[in-house]
């Protein structure tokens, strides 16, 4: 009989649209998988990953006490029905109280820390709580699977976690045959693509303010919007939208159509984990604007596949959009290509799910756990 995997997760995306072939590697691999998450009306496409599914309410902007001592004592119900071999946990809550929870049954944890959130880039009381809670959750992980080396690098410094928990992975790694290089549209049209919820921490406003140079000096460039906004937007979206500045799609469940309109992914970010719409624009041989920070600069070969800017620079950020306007189309060719095989030689989803497999089973095919 195979090991039983209990894998924690807040949302149905988290799951099938970044990891559902790393699921299916490791049902094959012969695990029994079960998965804990809030139920949607896509769950079904998960269940046919051929795993059992439980329905779990994950509030994930919450702080509300109550609702995450419920979020504990679920975890911790699961676990003592199930008793799994392994429990594997993503996203900060399902970290923290997924660690609570197995080190309360003595049940082996590894986590994955896509990104250090917002919290973490904020002085202040939430910082300081997260950061306590990580250190409880987190203490007795097998080990904590992070998506760059700065995001590793902030938890050993503070003492969260030790140099030995530490796995650092090369993000979730891009599907390259759901991702297929597709060949530049050869209009006259220069077109910016920006993939991502709508914030300022996505670094927006200093696009906005880039935005609106360019347009003043080109009329042959087109910026296309796709991805839901934080609602203090709103008005300022429908503003640039009637000016004719920019062009807003919303939220997709399918972005490849739009990658393979444009020639240029734009994403001036404050902070990733790793920028998953920089790895799928680039294995699609489109060029990459992004900051010049860990969990972007990654899916950047520099001066050959894309650039990066200063963050929170807008006129760094105007710079290098211009520049690439103002680039002859077979460049922009040339460097979507070398895009496309930086993809194919580090960021190649098998190798990054072999590599996850690979570590999980160092401690799977162990006899004896000791907690």
Same mark, same amino acid.
């Given at each position: 009989?195979?090991?039983?995997?209990?894998?924690?997760?807040?949302?149905?995306?988290?799951?099938?649209?970044?990891?559902?072939?790393?699921?299916?590697?490791?049902?094959?691999?012969?695990?029994?998988?079960?998965?804990?998450?809030?139920?949607?009306?896509?769950?079904?496409?998960?269940?046919?990953?051929?795993?059992?599914?439980?329905?779990?309410?994950?509030?994930?902007?919450?702080?509300?006490?109550?609702?995450?001592?419920?979020?504990?004592?679920?975890?911790?119900?699961?676990?003592?029905?199930?008793?799994?071999?392994?429990?594997?946990?993503?996203?900060?809550?399902?970290?923290?109280?997924?660690?609570?929870?197995?080190?309360?049954?003595?049940?082996?944890?590894?986590?994955?820390?896509?990104?250090?959130?917002?919290?973490?880039?904020?002085?202040?009381?939430?910082?300081?709580?997260?950061?306590?809670?990580?250190?409880?959750?987190?203490?007795?992980?097998?080990?904590?699977?992070?998506?760059?080396?700065?995001?590793?690098?902030?938890?050993?410094?503070?003492?969260?976690?030790?140099?030995?928990?530490?796995?650092?992975?090369?993000?979730?790694?891009?599907?390259?045959?759901?991702?297929?290089?597709?060949?530049?549209?050869?209009?006259?049209?220069?077109?910016?693509?920006?993939?991502?919820?709508?914030?300022?921490?996505?670094?927006?406003?200093?696009?906005?303010?880039?935005?609106?140079?360019?347009?003043?000096?080109?009329?042959?460039?087109?910026?296309?919007?796709?991805?839901?906004?934080?609602?203090?937007?709103?008005?300022?979206?429908?503003?640039?939208?009637?000016?004719?500045?920019?062009?807003? *799609? !919303?939220?997709? %469940?399918? /972005?490849?159509?739009? &990658?393979?309109?444009?020639? +240029?992914? #734009?994403?001036? @970010?404050?902070?990733?984990?790793?920028?998953?719409?920089?790895?799928?624009?680039?294995?699609?041989?489109?060029?990459?604007?992004?900051?010049?920070? *860990? !969990?972007?600069? %990654?899916? /950047?070969?520099?001066? &050959?596949?894309?650039?990066? +800017?200063? #963050?929170?620079? @807008?006129?760094?950020?105007?710079?290098?959009?211009?520049?690439?306007?103002?680039?002859?189309?077979?460049?922009?060719?040339?460097?979507?290509?070398?895009?496309?095989?930086?993809?194919?030689?580090?960021?190649?989803?098998?190798?990054?799910?072999?590599?996850?497999?690979?570590?999980?089973?160092?401690?799977?095919?162990?006899?004896?756990?000791?907690?």
């Amino acid at each position: 009989m195979g090991k039983k995997l209990l894998i924690l997760a807040n949302h149905f995306a988290t799951i099938y649209k970044f990891r559902k072939e790393l699921v299916s590697k490791l049902v094959k691999e012969g695990y029994e998988v079960v998965i804990s998450l809030p139920f949607s009306q896509d769950i079904y496409k998960i269940k046919d990953l051929g795993v059992k599914v439980i329905d779990t309410n994950v509030d994930r902007k919450s702080v509300n006490p109550v609702k995450d001592f419920k979020l504990l004592n679920d975890y911790t119900k699961i676990i003592k029905e199930e008793k799994p071999d392994i429990v594997l946990s993503y996203t900060i809550k399902s970290n923290i109280y997924g660690g609570i929870a197995c080190r309360l049954h003595e049940t082996p944890f590894m986590a994955n820390v896509t990104g250090l959130g917002s919290a973490y880039y904020r002085e202040g009381l939430i910082k300081n709580i997260v950061s306590r809670l990580y250190k409880i959750g987190l203490k007795k992980a097998k080990g904590v699977f992070f998506e760059n080396i700065a995001n590793a690098q902030v938890l050993i410094d503070d003492k969260t976690i030790n140099k030995d928990q530490a796995i650092v992975l090369k993000g979730a790694g891009v599907n390259l045959q759901q991702f297929q290089y597709c060949e530049m549209p050869s209009d006259d049209i220069v077109k910016f693509l920006f993939i991502g919820r709508i914030m300022a921490e996505k670094g927006v406003n200093e696009l906005f303010e880039a935005i609106k140079r360019i347009k003043k000096e080109y009329s042959n460039v087109e910026f296309s919007f796709i991805g839901w906004f934080e609602e203090d937007y709103k008005n300022l979206i429908e503003d640039l939208q009637s000016e004719g500045l920019i062009k807003y *799609y !919303g939220y997709q %469940e399918d /972005v490849t159509t739009f &990658i393979k309109d444009s020639h +240029c992914i #734009v994403l001036p @970010s404050y902070h990733e984990g790793m920028a998953n719409v920089l790895l799928e624009g680039a294995a699609m041989g489109r060029v990459i604007i992004t900051s010049d920070i *860990y !969990g972007c600069r %990654e899916a /950047v070969v520099e001066g &050959i596949s894309g650039c990066t +800017c200063k #963050v929170r620079d @807008s006129v760094d950020l105007y710079k290098k959009i211009k520049m690439f306007v103002d680039m002859d189309f077979e460049e922009k060719v040339k460097m979507g290509q070398a895009g496309r095989r930086h993809m194919e030689d580090i960021f190649d989803k098998d190798k990054v799910v072999e590599e996850t497999v690979e570590e999980m089973g160092r401690w799977v095919n162990q006899s004896e756990f000791c907690m």
